[in-house]
């Protein structure tokens, strides 16, 4: 097999496990109520029940920044992602509440080792293909998004029970997601990578800094929409229930055909460039749904933020890379763990402010907060970043000797 179609497969089988991980995140976040009826959590315990995902995740991504010091991230991401399925399908087969508190414990400790060594191969296969890719990997995410929010929505209007309804996809996607995963590649083989086992080196996370506080930022601005469009659209703007639910799919709909796009933009204009256009549509789009005298045009406020955030996490993540090529996986590592500040933080900061003040006046706080990105646009490269320049073939000889079998 050639260097060449190592590569190509392994980008494939990557994007398969990117999409793969946006149906299982869409399938439990969408049926929430559902696990709320089934379990009888109450709406008190509620946020105590979703805070803990994304906290052991952090705890997750931290450990895998040690872990693939030992073993490659190709291996991590292999076993991680059949753990995230079962545990999912976990959430749907308990009958009591401790049942359902194991299966997102395990559901939280396994995304946060998937989303970290999803994104270090990513960012390791874009330095071996030597141009932008990154933003296609995500762009397969919200592809995944959407096929499992109309499945959620199916199972919801045939009003099947929650096993019923994550069953097909679980036996559908874990076997093909373990095939993938023998294509994966590495930039380094099974004995691990001593460059990066000495992590950032002094004054590093210092370094990475900057891209810590943008990837919060745009995670606050992500949970906004996620947690708040619905209800600002009934309550602030007055449109009806079914209207309702039509921003987050236009806001998932122009998150993937942004990211799909955005790998040609980032070639020809560069990442800053890309970033810094991101950041303003993305803070356009929250002042907008914060002026919009009616429905449909806070529907066009978020169809400008899909467009805008889109590409600010992906490039944030290629960034750390390149800022740290000798040990991105350590930087990816310590960088996904703001992933999860800004959806913890995103929520409970616009719910309070809008019940202490006004929901419209709540929007432009996560559009201030977006615009800090432009402070720090200079932190995702120069002209480097647009990867104009071929690698070496050595390196990528490497990369395809780093592929992982069963």
Same mark, same amino acid.
């Given at each position: &097999?050639? %260097? ?7 980008? #494939? ?19 929430? +109520?559902?696990?709320? %009826? ?15 995902? +994304? ?8 450990? $895998? ?9 190709? !291996? ?15 959430? /749907? ?8 508190? *194991?299966?997102?414990? !395990? ?20 330095? *071996? ?12 995410? =919200? ?11 199916? #199972? ?11 069953? +097909? ?10 095939? #993938? =995963?023998?294509?994966?590649?590495? =930039?380094? #083989? ?12 002094? /004054?590093?996370?210092? &370094? ?6 943008? &990837? ?10 996620? @947690? ?44 800053? *460039? ?33 467009? /805008? ?16 090529? /000798?040990?991105?996986? $350590?930087?990816?590592?310590?960088? @996904?763990?703001? @992933? ?14 809008? %019940? ?10 996560? &559009? *201030?907060?977006?615009?800090? $990105?432009? !402070? ?17 073939? +050595?390196?990528? !000889? %490497?990369?395809?000797?780093?592929? @992982?079998?069963?």
């Amino acid at each position: &097999m050639t %260097d060449d179609l190592r590569l190509r497969r392994g980008r #494939g089988a990557l994007g398969f496990g990117f999409f793969v991980q946006g149906v299982t995140f869409a399938l439990l976040v969408t049926r929430i +109520p559902a696990i709320q %009826d089934r379990y009888g959590i109450s709406d008190g315990l509620l946020p105590a029940f979703l805070a803990a995902v +994304p906290v052991l995740a952090g705890a997750a991504s931290v450990a $895998t920044e040690h872990l693939v010091r030992r073993v490659p991230p190709a !291996v991590v991401l292999r076993w991680a992602q059949p753990v995230v399925l079962l545990a999912l399908l976990g959430v /749907g087969a308990g009958t009591r509440m401790w049942h359902v508190a *194991a299966a997102l414990g !395990v559901f939280g400790l396994a995304v946060g080792a998937l989303d970290a060594s999803m994104n270090m191969l990513g960012v390791s296969l874009q330095q *071996a293909y030597g141009r932008s890719i990154m933003l296609g990997f995500h762009a397969a995410y =919200s592809l995944g998004g959407i096929v499992g929010a109309s499945a959620a929505w199916a #199972g919801a209007h045939w009003r099947l029970e929650l096993f019923a309804s994550y069953l +097909p996809a679980v036996a559908l996607l874990l076997p093909l997601a373990l095939a #993938g =995963s023998r294509f994966y590649v590495s =930039s380094r #083989g099974e004995e691990g990578a001593p460059a990066d086992a000495a992590g950032l080196g002094a /004054g590093g996370f210092r &370094m990475l800094l900057p891209l810590c506080l943008v &990837m919060a930022c745009a995670y606050i601005g992500d949970s906004t929409v996620s @947690n708040w469009s619905a209800k600002y659209l009934q309550d602030v703007l007055g449109s009806s229930e079914q209207l309702a639910t039509v921003p987050y799919n236009l806001y998932m709909v122009t998150t993937l055909i942004g990211r799909a796009v955005g790998d040609l933009g980032v070639r020809r204009f560069g990442a800053v *460039a890309v970033v810094r256009a991101g950041a303003v549509l993305a803070a356009g789009g929250f002042g907008v749904v914060a002026v919009a005298p009616g429905a449909w045009a806070g529907m066009a406020g978020f169809t400008l933020l899909g467009l /805008g955030l889109c590409v600010i996490v992906p490039q944030t993540f290629a960034a750390a890379g390149r800022l740290f090529p /000798g040990s991105s996986d $350590t930087a990816v590592a310590r960088l @996904n763990i703001f @992933n999860y500040v800004g959806f913890l933080v995103g929520s409970p900061l616009v719910g309070g402010l809008g %019940d202490a003040w006004s929901y419209r006046g709540a929007m432009l706080v996560p &559009m *201030a907060l977006v615009l800090v $990105t432009l !402070v720090h646009a200079r932190s995702f490269g120069g002209d480097g970043a647009r990867y104009r320049v071929r690698h070496e073939p +050595p390196r990528v !000889v %490497d990369v395809g000797r780093g592929s @992982n079998g069963l």
